[in-house]
């Protein structure tokens, strides 16, 4: 049975009678029949009137209250996302800033959030300038914003830029942008960004421009990275800023910057803005935040503009397949302009050659449109860029789409149509979740690399061990020497692998979910089938992610990693056979989700289907190398096996 996973500092266990009223009481408020719906591109809330029992058992008061009921929509990565729990961070923020509502609860697949009563300011002033006062409340804002302690806020993904290393944070978020946003959504927009102007490696190019200013270092702080209109509420001239869910650690100037453009200042409210903002951050004793403001700041406005370029385009045209029929000539005319607005605004950035004229854009958005990734490729799946997808698209080895059907998933289907009589076994990293995104797991191979040397062992790696940002590789290759007499110190191993299983925790606090993926786990819980974890990373990181998202009842001990033996980690089959002898199920009653070709490995000998998880090319390339039959993009076939049986 794995470890209890270690406890956030700002988290207290919710167990026992009292916490099980709270959840009830939570889900009947949730279910009000009155209740008010404010949808945001991130969450989906409701407003509701705060009971008198609720209020006592979460110690608050009720008069005239009223609480959000805050449920997480299923998004298209198109922003930065570094703390996967808002409510952990608002705890901290809402100590420091006593205007940001609280969350009461987070119940893992929602969570249950004071209310700020008053107004949007996207509803009492749309557009045009809000105002000195306004502006001196933001700057005030963000003073205060960077005076959250540090040591408070919840861990960072691993590798994350250290304080003052400015260029690496701003490297971080144009690489975010590229392989992130751009790079995964080509295969669908390449003849669109082509015809409009945009070509690939347009983000690596502003990176590396010889003649941008390379930034000043700053200290870093808290930041919230989206004060716009929609979430800044006012009541009596009192402004309170909400949805922390993008916050993140970084230069302070990256926020300054994303609120003068989101807020649409012009050119005058901008140099005001940026002068209260000096003023506010000197007063509250951070003066060393605005060094060099008036030559980076312009590089973060550049950036804001280049990195918006490609959600704007893709949202324009996606819009146009939502409405039921054709779109006429508004409709065209229409996301043209909004093209146009993008592309007028990144053409410096990122140095286009031109910007075409609208009559251009509306011809290229036409011609995609009609095309087969335009209203051709479903229209469930071309909602907007946040909201639900339901079609699946997987990319061939040339980047093309092709849609998988329930039908194609042959056997896999015929098990997942009676989950009640089969058993699904995931592995951790990539299906469930990205424990080390962006590569930030070569730290901790960097980390058991040296460790080895200190204690004087060298010579042990080949070459490609040595550059491995696995730390896997690394921990076999010492296993490996261990027991061939290479080396002698079995102590080592052991503290290679407390130094991995430290690493690996620490990821877990902040590991993005898999999209799908905690829906998938639900669904097949609900509906009476086994499910295990097989895994070559360590239980108590397993243990730590299923706490942190509320998961730990649906697999219950069926966690089954790393062991003393590195020797077993997959593509040994070890952890599968646990695994069925724990759910007492047989191989041709359970399939594998996995995604690498050791997964296939460990699937087949183990002698259980196997489905393959690629998110993109890259990740799919050597599965299908390998000889995996079935290689999906997205957890969507899976999901609608589960909500309409098989084709």
Not at 146 to 155: C, D, T, W, Y
Request: one cysteine or more; charged letters at 30%.
């Amino acid at each position: 049975m794995p470890s209890p996973p270690p406890r956030s500092p700002h988290e207290a266990p919710k167990s026992g009678r009292r916490e099980t009223w709270i959840r009830r009481l939570a889900d009947s408020h949730r279910d009000h029949p009155d209740r008010e719906v404010v949808a945001g591109h991130h969450n989906i809330n409701y407003v509701v009137p705060l009971s008198w029992s609720l209020a006592l058992l979460l110690r608050t008061m009720p008069f005239r209250a009223r609480v959000k009921c805050r449920m997480p929509r299923r998004t298209v990565e198109v922003v930065p996302r570094i703390w996967p729990s808002e409510a952990e961070l608002l705890k901290v923020v809402s100590r420091h800033l006593a205007e940001v509502p609280r969350c009461f609860r987070d119940f893992g697949d929602w969570s249950l959030h004071s209310y700020r009563a008053g107004r949007a300011l996207s509803d009492v002033q749309p557009e045009g300038p809000v105002g000195e006062p306004m502006m001196r409340s933001f700057a005030e804002f963000f003073a205060r914003t960077a005076s959250v302690p540090e040591a408070e806020l919840p861990p960072r993904p691993a590798g994350w830029p250290e304080s003052a290393r400015t260029e690496e944070f701003l490297a971080w978020l144009v690489d975010f942008t590229e392989e992130r946003v751009h790079r995964p959504h080509r295969w669908r927009f390449h003849e669109l960004f082509t015809a409009v102007g945009i070509r690939p490696g347009v983000m690596a190019a502003f990176r590396d421009d010889p003649d941008r200013p390379r930034l000043t270092p700053r200290p870093f702080c808290l930041l919230h990275t989206d004060v716009h209109r929609a979430n800044v509420v006012v009541d009596r001239k009192q402004v309170a800023v909400i949805d922390w869910e993008l916050a993140m650690f970084g230069d302070p100037l990256h926020d300054l910057a994303t609120h003068l453009v989101r807020m649409e200042y012009e050119k005058d409210e901008q140099s005001t803005m940026k002068e209260l903002w000096a003023e506010a951050m000197e007063r509250a004793g951070h003066r060393d935040m605005t060094a060099g403001l008036a030559a980076d700041l312009p590089v973060y406005l550049d950036f804001e503009y280049a990195q918006s370029v490609f959600p704007d385009i893709m949202r324009a045209a996606l819009d146009l397949t939502v409405p039921p029929g054709e779109p006429d000539d508004a409709d065209f005319a229409y996301a043209a302009a909004r093209v146009c607005r993008a592309l007028r605004r990144a053409a410096e950035p990122l140095k286009l050659d031109e910007v075409p004229d609208e009559r251009r854009a509306e011809r290229a958005l036409r011609e995609w449109f009609a095309g087969p990734f335009g209203r051709a490729l479903g229209e469930g799946e071309a909602r907007d860029m946040d909201g639900d997808a339901d079609e699946t698209v997987e990319r061939d080895a040339a980047g093309r789409g092709l849609y998988t059907a329930p039908a194609e998933l042959g056997e896999v289907a015929r098990l997942l149509s009676a989950p009640d009589e089969s058993c699904v076994l995931f592995d951790f990293d990539g299906p469930v979740c990205r424990l080390f995104p962006d590569g930030s797991s070569a730290s901790v191979a960097r980390e058991l690399r040296e460790h080895a040397r200190e204690r004087g062992v060298s010579g042990v790696l080949t070459p490609r061990e040595e550059r491995s940002a696995d730390p896997h590789d690394v921990l076999r290759a010492m296993d490996r020497a261990l027991r061939e007499g290479v080396i002698q110190d079995a102590g080592l191993i052991a503290e290679l692998e407390a130094i991995l299983t430290a690493g690996e925790v620490r990821a877990a606090h902040t590991a993005p979910a898999t999209p799908g993926a905690h829906r998938l786990i639900r669904g097949l819980r609900e509906r009476g089938a086994r499910i295990a974890v097989v895994t070559n990373n360590s239980p108590r990181a397993v243990a730590a992610y299923l706490h942190l998202h509320g998961l730990t009842d649906a697999f219950g001990p069926h966690v089954h990693g790393r062991t003393d033996r590195p020797a077993l980690l997959k593509p040994d089959p070890d952890s599968l056979n646990r695994a069925l002898r724990g759910l007492g199920a047989q191989p041709a009653e359970a399939v594998m989700i996995g995604d690498t070709a050791t997964d296939l490995q460990a699937a087949r000998d183990a002698k259980v289907l196997f489905v393959g998880y690629a998110r993109d090319e890259r990740k799919a390339a050597p599965l299908r190398e390998a000889g995996a039959e079935l290689v999906v993009p997205t957890l969507e076939p899976l999901l609608r096996l589960l909500d309409t049986g098989p084709s």
